[in-house]
């Protein structure tokens, strides 16, 4: 059976259909085999999807939406499949986010380089816990160097919740890549693809860790 992450953060705007994609991207660049399931009625996750299939014919990994009460049906199905499957949340907090925390074997919150954002981990952190989900903390576009990024970084540590030793910085490159239905491991070497391998082992000592 696959690997389930969740990515969950009730502030929009903070990179969760970016950090699925990029961590989707890096566990197929290791041989895994990756399913993204989309359950934000928005579709961003499903226009990367089809942006993706029109630039380079076969996307690489398979692709399904579902409702909020569908995500255990659509998870045991890719699961036959699938190593690992990454499913793309909704910007809220309430009882449609359950069942994608209850199928998770791991919860990421990512966190924009704001105390706006980090106060907006609380709700997911709270409920993930009340389903018994171990959630981990991702410091997205950070500025690195300046003193709100540490003064962010200090505060998530101090939440009930881990914090992911990588960091993502800031960078035109995951926009411009997301836009083409790409990652920015596809889009030649940098400081980007180096933070988003980081994270993708950090991510896999922590499945590790649950089995």
Not at 47 to 72: K, N, Q
Not at 92 to 105: E, F, I
Not at 134 to 156: D, F, P, Y
């Amino acid at each position: 059976m696959a690997h389930i992450i969740t990515i969950a953060q009730q502030k929009g705007g903070a990179g969760k259909t970016t950090l699925a994609v990029n961590l989707a991207i890096a566990f197929v660049k290791q041989g895994q085999k990756v399913a993204i399931l989309d359950t934000d009625p928005q579709g961003s996750l499903g226009r990367w999807f089809m942006a993706r299939r029109e630039f380079l014919g076969d996307p690489g990994l398979e692709f399904a939406t579902a409702s909020a009460w569908g995500v255990g049906y659509e998870c045991e199905k890719l699961s036959r499949t699938n190593d690992i499957v990454i499913i793309d949340t909704p910007p809220k907090v309430d009882s449609d986010l359950k069942p994608a925390l209850r199928a998770a074997d791991l919860v990421l919150v990512p966190v924009g380089s704001s105390l706006v954002d980090l106060w907006a981990t609380d709700g997911v952190v709270d409920l993930a816990q009340r389903v018994g989900k171990r959630c981990v903390i991702v410091l997205n576009r950070v500025k690195s160097g300046t003193r709100l990024a540490e003064e962010v970084a200090t505060a998530a540590a101090e939440v009930e919740a881990g914090v992911a030793p990588t960091r993502l910085g800031q960078r035109v490159v995951y926009a411009e890549t997301l836009g083409k239905g790409l990652a920015v491991l596809e889009a030649g070497k940098s400081a980007a693809t180096t933070e988003v391998m980081a994270l993708a082992k950090d991510v896999s000592a922590l499945l590790a860790d649950q089995e």
